[in-house]
């Protein structure tokens, strides 16, 4: 009978993985308003605790290693779970940006929210709670920061990496990712209102539509080797802005469905995948110590966001005193997206390319940059996971016993009056676009100036390229001369004149780009206003296009052809001029 009964038996890691996470998930659903309200918890670190619990560091009946799973698993996994999570819904449920440092490093990663809601929340936030959320919850790209340490690893000139770091990351993969997202998401905006009014489309697939919309956007984005998450960010709030579709859906709670078994499932797998052993010295990273990752932790949630935050307090509306402003900089939880790009950093690191090998190589001249990175940044997404996750019960705790005895709640921690310092009427998200009562109506005129904020970042960004480019020529010739793959002459009379070419060259780029600052500050808030940018943003293009047509030609009558040079201008011309196009157009 015994024998019989073993042989049914499958008790397997992944069978054991879906019964600790179905039964987690099970306990956390029945007892999640007593969890969130009165212990003051959300779900990440609870899962987190899960999975180390059951994972290879104690019981050791969740254990990914044998499931053989490699880094690129990982990394697609990770990817799914962000668009699932964050990156599907970033006008809901979004992420935030982590800065983990690896010796000549400096990592971004996206994190999903892990601090206390619902009426914890609110008792410490009052009726900002709204906007902290949405702050934690604002789509943000890390990409920027991560290829900006990554290329000063791999490029061996400063004029090499600044090129790469603008041209590749900053214009064609972030820019144009937002760009791409933006135009995405308000054709899919128009598609749906149109589907619905001619009753094309059922209640269930209408749910469905902006998780389609986001695999699909980061589907191009991965494709095009764009920031997939600025895609999807892009498209949702060219989607969403006028908020017409959360409007149309705010009863059905599917992102808070898929929050929950999305980011649980997910924190899950990270508490089991912890790399204990990593976090002391080793042969290959002698350098890691308890301290300082410690250290390293402390000064991450300390400077990270706070200071910037409070600087930037005078304007954002939604935030109203500067306490307000200190809990919405520290309450930006780093998580999931940390599991990605740590991925994305080894695979650049050991390939040069975003698909990393199944494991890390063992010889490899970066070896030691390979290995450093993925213990630094698990220490700092799990502390995070726990700080954050933990901030809610210790505010309320603490609030509690800085009350009067007479005017605390029965149950510790159990007020529901919001603290002081916050302001508790009215907030709730004054920036918000109005959504239009006319379901028909493609927009209303409350949204409008606000859905054209990511497209004037956009244009001030390109403003800021210009004037580095222009500054950088004007101050050192020499390395701008990167751009124009020219040779620079020995012969100091030469030399003279090429430099003093290169000082007119900057002044140019120079007044592009105050001329972009200008129009997007003054005028880019009106119609009238967004055309005027829109033909300077066009005028740009055309002069990026001019300086490649003069290079390849050159290129093409010194060498018998074209060796490239010129893309170095085309490359991001054509996103110039897109931009340009769309403001110019706007009616």
């Not at 997404?381 to 809610?392: E, I, P, Q």
Request: net charge negative; proline share 5%.
């Amino acid at each position: 009978m015994g024998s019989w009964l073993s042989k049914q038996l499958e008790p397997t890691s992944a069978h054991f993985t879906y019964l600790i996470l179905s039964l987690f998930l099970l306990f956390y659903a029945l007892f999640s308003s007593s969890i969130r309200n009165r212990l003051h918890l959300s779900e990440p670190p609870l899962a987190t605790l899960v999975g180390i619990a059951a994972g290879p560091a104690a019981l050791d009946i969740v254990n990914p290693e044998q499931w053989h799973w490699q880094d690129a698993v990982t990394q697609e996994a990770a990817r799914v779970i962000l668009v699932g999570d964050g990156g599907v819904c970033v006008w809901v449920v979004g992420d935030e940006v982590e800065y983990g440092v690896g010796d000549k490093c400096v990592f971004g990663a996206y994190g999903s929210g892990v601090g206390g809601g619902g009426v914890g929340g609110r008792a410490v936030f009052g009726e900002g709670a709204e906007e902290v959320e949405a702050y934690v919850e604002c789509g943000e790209t890390s990409f920027p920061f991560l290829y900006a340490g990554l290329l000063m690893v791999l490029r061996s000139s400063t004029g090499d990496v600044i090129r790469a770091w603008l041209l590749a990351t900053i214009l064609w993969q972030c820019s144009l990712g937002l760009l791409v997202g933006l135009v995405l998401g308000k054709l899919s905006n128009r598609a749906l209102r149109l589907a619905e009014r001619r009753d094309w489309i059922d209640p269930s697939s209408f749910l469905a539509f902006y998780l389609l919309l986001a695999l699909f956007s980061v589907g191009i984005g991965s494709t095009l080797g764009l920031d997939d998450f600025l895609v999807a960010f892009g498209a949702g709030t060219g989607f969403a802005s006028d908020g017409w579709f959360a409007n149309k859906t705010k009863e059905a709670a599917l992102s808070n469905i898929l929050e929950l078994i999305l980011n649980s499932s997910m924190f899950v797998y990270f508490g089991a995948i912890i790399p204990w052993e990593q976090f002391v010295p080793r042969d290959i990273t002698p350098t890691i110590t308890l301290g300082k990752l410690f250290g390293l932790l402390v000064l991450v949630l300390l400077f990270r966001r706070i200071p910037i935050v409070l600087l930037l307090k005078r304007f954002i509306p939604d935030i109203r005193t500067y306490r307000e402003a200190l809990f919405c900089g520290h309450f930006g939880p780093m998580g999931l997206g940390g599991l990605f790009l740590v991925i994305e950093a080894r695979a650049q690191l050991e390939t040069g390319e975003s698909i990393p090998l199944p494991r890390p190589p063992k010889n490899h001249p970066l070896k030691q940059e390979i290995e450093q990175v993925w213990p630094i940044v698990c220490f700092v997404l799990l502390g995070s996971t726990f700080v954050h996750g933990c901030s809610v019960a210790a505010i309320s705790v603490a609030g509690h016993y800085m009350r009067p005895k007479g005017e605390r709640a029965p149950l510790l921690a159990g007020e529901i009056e919001g603290l002081d310092g916050m302001v508790h009427e009215g907030g709730g998200g004054e920036s918000e676009p109005s959504v239009s009562g006319d379901e028909d109506t493609m927009a209303t005129t409350t949204a409008q100036p606000r859905s054209q904020t990511p497209i004037l970042i956009a244009a001030t960004a390109i403003g800021t390229i210009f004037l580095a480019f222009g500054l950088n020529a004007m101050f050192r010739p020499a390395s701008a001369m990167g751009m124009f793959p020219l040779p620079y002459s020995s012969s100091s009379e030469t030399s003279e004149l090429i430099d003093a070419l290169m000082v007119v060259y900057g002044a140019r780029d120079v007044f592009m780009g105050l001329a972009i600052y200008v129009a997007a500050a003054f005028g880019g808030r009106d119609g009238g206003g967004r055309k005027g940018l829109g033909w300077v943003l066009l005028a740009a293009g055309a002069v990026a296009g001019v300086d490649g047509w003069v290079i390849r030609g050159w290129e093409q009558g010194r060498v018998g052809g074209g060796g490239g040079g010129e893309w170095n201008h085309w490359g991001y011309a054509p996103f110039v001029g897109a931009l340009g196009v769309w403001l110019a157009m706007e009616r």
